[in-house]
């Protein structure tokens, strides 16, 4: 099993940048995928951004052009770098890993103002 901890969450004006960063420990070697989530009370947790182990990426629609995802393989890390951030955007960010099986991370509340 993986353990994941997020960090980076805070509050933002609407245009603000953000980066959050997601550090893995555990059965690393078995890590595939990793990935983001974010989910606003009320509703149901959203995917938002998917690093695979080769490095490739993907994106939901409402993020395209303005969040990156990233990895750093040798600090067993993922970041999500987020830019030109909207009120819409505010939500607690879960981190996510497959290792053999899923695992979460507790989240990280980002929160952004207009």
């Known amino acids: 099993q993986v353990q994941l901890v997020e960090s980076g969450g805070g509050s933002v004006q609407a245009g603000g940048s953000l980066r959050l960063s997601c550090a893995a420990s555990?059965?690393?070697?078995?890590?595939?995928?990793m990935a983001w989530y974010r989910q606003v009370p009320g509703k149901q947790r959203e995917w938002v951004a998917t690093?695979?182990?080769?490095?490739?990426?993907d994106y939901v629609d409402s993020v395209k052009g303005r969040f990156t995802i990233s990895r750093d393989s040798a600090k067993n890390t993922v970041y999500l770098q987020m830019n030109s951030l909207k009120p819409e955007d505010t939500a607690v960010y879960y981190c996510?890993?497959?290792?053999?099986?899923?695992?979460w991370g507790k989240g990280t509340l980002v929160t952004v103002s207009s």
């Open positions: 690093v695979a182990r080769g490095g490739s990426t």
């Open positions: 996510y890993a497959f290792a053999g099986m899923a695992s």
């Open positions: 555990g059965s690393i070697f078995l890590l595939t995928s």
